[in-house]
């Protein structure tokens, strides 16, 4: 069992920037992959970034050149650093671990992020 505590979101105007954290528990972090999604109200929850047990990552095309995804292994904790925020990355925010072998992720419970414009 995967328990996921993210943080780090809030309000924050257009063009600025937040970090997004999520703490792992429960499994040998370093080899679960590791995602961000988002749901925004009326839509259905989308892949933002994603990053391996190798490192390798990869980004929705709606936020590749704002958005990094990182990962401390000694600190059982990913990262979504998020800047140049829009409006439109308005959302609930969640994390995924999937550990290998395994077919289904493990979620966090959201942060919200908001975007004034």
């Known amino acids: 069992q995967v328990q996921l ?6 309000l924050v105007q257009a063009g600025g920037s937040l970090r997004l954290s999520c703490a792992a528990s429960g499994s040998i972090f370093s080899r679960n992959a590791m995602g961000w999604y988002r749901q925004a109200p009326g839509k259905q929850r989308e ?5 391996t047990s190798g490192g390798s ?5 709606s936020v590749k050149g704002r958005f990094i995804i990182s990962r401390d292994n ?3 904790t990913v990262y979504l650093q998020m800047n140049s925020l829009k409006p439109e990355d308005s959302a609930v925010y969640y ?3 999937r550990p290998p072998f395994t077919s289904e992720n493990y979620w966090g419970q959201g942060t ?3 975007v004034s414009s």
């Open 47 to 51: 892949l933002v970034a994603a990053i």
């Open 74 to 76: 000694a600190k059982n």
């Open 5 to 10: 505590v993210e943080s780090g979101g809030g």
């Open 95 to 97: 994390c995924a671990a």
């Open 112 to 114: 919200q992020v908001t």
């Open 57 to 61: 990552t990869n980004y929705a095309d």
